[in-house]
Every structure is written in structure tokens, then in C-alpha cells.
């Protein structure tokens, strides 16, 4: 079945650092990939969209990147702040479908 | 602009009580609707997703069901609760488009602990 997993595990990471995240999927090859910002309590918003043919997307601080060979996308943060902390997802759509992974949690230090 | 609006934002039931969670969207005609469950700690569980009225698709077999009276409408019910059914309930909508590119608008989410 299609699976879609990210790290587990909390990220800590000094301020002014750049955080990368992991989005891994297997058993299917989606053509979008999505990533959102949860906050404690919140439901999910919407940060970014990657199609499969573009290898790089950029949005201020933000960038994404798609490597179809290796099944992943990386995301990341650049210059972060202590208001970047918060959990991120990533998600593929696919016949009205979307499907989430289980989010990694970043905790930016001040 | 558009916006989702889901209640209550928190719930306290007890075992074996029914239950009704609404949700209503703004400012768009014909949205996909869905709805989430996310247990403490977990990812996002599809549940039910809707891309009509009278439409309902259920990926999960459970105690739930849904329903889409309205166009901008969908409604999450339970005639007993289970103490699994704790969780936190996200409602969400997209844009109904057949490219599958479009965002998930999320709401505020309902808090539901079954005791």
C-alpha cells in the first residue's frame, strides 16, 4: 500500500541554522507533494506544493525539493527562527485523495 | 475569502453516547470535504472524504459515518462511541479540481475525549 513516512523524532536546532526535513514514500510514485505547518492545538496549513518534474521549489525562507530516483523530498528552512517551531507534514494527493505522513516536530533554540 | 468553520473545539463524551460534528465552508461552491482524525502524537488519519453532495468515501471501517446534506456541509456521526474514538477531528476542504494539486484548507479541529 502506498506509505508516506517522515522522522519521527524532534529536531532541535540553534537559531539562524538551516533545518532540513524528510518526506520518504514508497509503493507508488505521486506526482505532487505537499508540505504543511501544524501547531499545537491547530489544524494544518498549507506552506508549499512540489510537482514531480521540478526539482527545487522556493517561497521567502522556504524551499522544497522532489528526487523522484530516491522516492523523497527534502524540506527546509533557512535562517530559522524560534516561530518556525511548530510540527511539519508532508503529503501526496492523488484522486481526491491525500495522504499524510506522521510529521516531524522542529523545535527552533533561541 | 473562503473559510471552514468546524464545532465544537472540544468534547467530552461518555462510552456508548452519540455523536455529531459539524462542519461548514465559506466562500466556495462545489469543495471537496474531508475529514481527519489525529490521535495524540500520531499523523493524520483519513476517515471520509466527500466530492458531492450525497457522495461520501469511507477509507476507514469503523464506527463513524459521514454525511453531506448541503453543498458546503459535512457532518462526522457516531451513534455509540467507542473509548478509540479520543482523538482529535480535523475537517478540511480543496478546490474541486481533477489536477489533485490543490491545497487541503484546514479548520480548527474539535478535541473529542470519550470517557
Known amino acids: 500500500s502506498q506509505k508516506i513516512e517522515q522522522n519521527s523524532e524532534a529536531l532541535n536546532i540553534q537559531e539562524g541554522k538551516t533545518a532540513t526535513l524528510t518526506c520518504n514514500y514508497t509503493n507508488y510514485s505521486p506526482a505532487y507533494l505537499q508540505w504543511y505547518r501544524q501547531d499545537p492545538g491547530r489544524g494544518p496549513v498549507f506552506l508549499l506544493l512540489?510537482?514531480?518534474?521540478?526539482k527545487e521549489k522556493r517561497k521567502e525562507r522556504l524551499k522544497v525539493t522532489f528526487d523522484t530516483t530516491l522516492k523523497q523530498s527534502l524540506f527546509h528552512i533557512t535562517a530559522s527562527q524560534p516561530a518556525d517551531s511548530a510540527t511539519y507534514l508532508c503529503?501526496?494527493?492523488?484522486?481526491?485523495?491525500?495522504?499524510f505522513g506522521t510529521g516531524t516536530r522542529l523545535k527552533v533554540l533561541a | 475569502s473562503q473559510t471552514i468553520h468546524q464545532w465544537p473545539a472540544t468534547l467530552v463524551q461518555p462510552v456508548g453516547s452519540p455523536l455529531s460534528l459539524e462542519c461548514t465552508v465559506e466562500g466556495t461552491s462545489n469543495p471537496n470535504l474531508y475529514w481527519y482524525r489525529q490521535a495524540a502524537g500520531r499523523g493524520l488519519q483519513l476517515l471520509f472524504y466527500?466530492?458531492?453532495?450525497?457522495?461520501i468515501s469511507s477509507e476507514v471501517p469503523q464506527n463513524l459515518s459521514a454525511s453531506r446534506p448541503q453543498d458546503r456541509q459535512f457532518i462526522l456521526s457516531s451513534k455509540k462511541l467507542l473509548l478509540s474514538d479520543s482523538g482529535f477531528y480535523l475537517c478540511?476542504?480543496?478546490?474541486?479540481?481533477?489536477?489533485?494539486?490543490?491545497?487541503?484548507?484546514f479548520g480548527n479541529g474539535t478535541r473529542l475525549t470519550v470517557t
Open positions: 478540511a476542504w480543496a478546490s474541486d479540481t481533477s489536477s489533485y494539486n490543490s491545497p487541503l484548507h
Open positions: 466527500s466530492v458531492g453532495i450525497g457522495q
Open positions: 512540489i510537482r514531480e518534474n521540478e
Open positions: 503529503a501526496t494527493s492523488g484522486t481526491y485523495k491525500y495522504i
